[in-house]
């Protein structure tokens, strides 16, 4: 296989991922908006009218945890993760070098940090999912296996966006030094 062949098939597969995380970025975003409504409207009911809901209060923060992971990847996929930068961004670091950092950084850390948090909460969502857990609180929601089973999903897309991460560095890296 040449550079070139090489090259061309890892943008295409950063491509299809890219794009999958874009519509899975989008359709998560949609949760912040039903954030704010849901917490606006717990706070008028709390303070105006002095009602409280321990349902409404845990589906603030269900949606959180689903914002929280499934946007992971779409975050990343747009460079705007908190980063050590400051060796990243040095007038000493070139696109090559960066695509090195970015390469060692995806392959060492985070796709391997990703498959421990998968293999370590798939018992842990299984067991959720077995005894349909719900909310231990009175008046709390019942479902909270689904909440549980974001964990590996949101994991899962973070590996996927390393992937495509890596694949553009190592096409970077392939291109050389320029």
Request: net charge positive; with cysteine.
């Amino acid at each position: 296989m040449t550079k070139q062949s090489l090259s061309a098939r890892l943008e295409a597969l950063s491509g299809h991922i890219d794009r999958f995380t874009d519509v899975v970025g989008r359709l998560v975003s949609w949760l912040v908006i039903a954030m704010v409504l849901l917490v606006s409207y717990d706070v008028t009911m709390r303070y105006v009218f002095d009602r409280g809901s321990v349902a409404l209060q845990e589906l603030e923060w269900h949606l959180f945890g689903f914002l929280f992971l499934l946007g992971a990847a779409y975050t990343l996929r747009h460079d705007d993760h908190v980063r050590l930068d400051l060796f990243y961004q040095s007038r000493f670091m070139n696109d090559y070098r960066r695509a090195w950092i970015n390469l060692i950084g995806a392959l060492c850390f985070l796709i391997p940090f990703c498959v421990l948090i998968i293999i370590s909460s798939v018992p842990f969502v299984q067991q959720s999912f077995v005894h349909m857990e719900g909310s231990p609180d009175p008046g709390g929601l019942p479902w909270r296996w689904v909440l549980k089973s974001a964990i590996p999903l949101g994991f899962g897309l973070l590996i996927l966006q390393g992937v495509s991460q890596a694949a553009k560095s190592l096409q970077r890296i392939l291109e050389g030094r320029q």
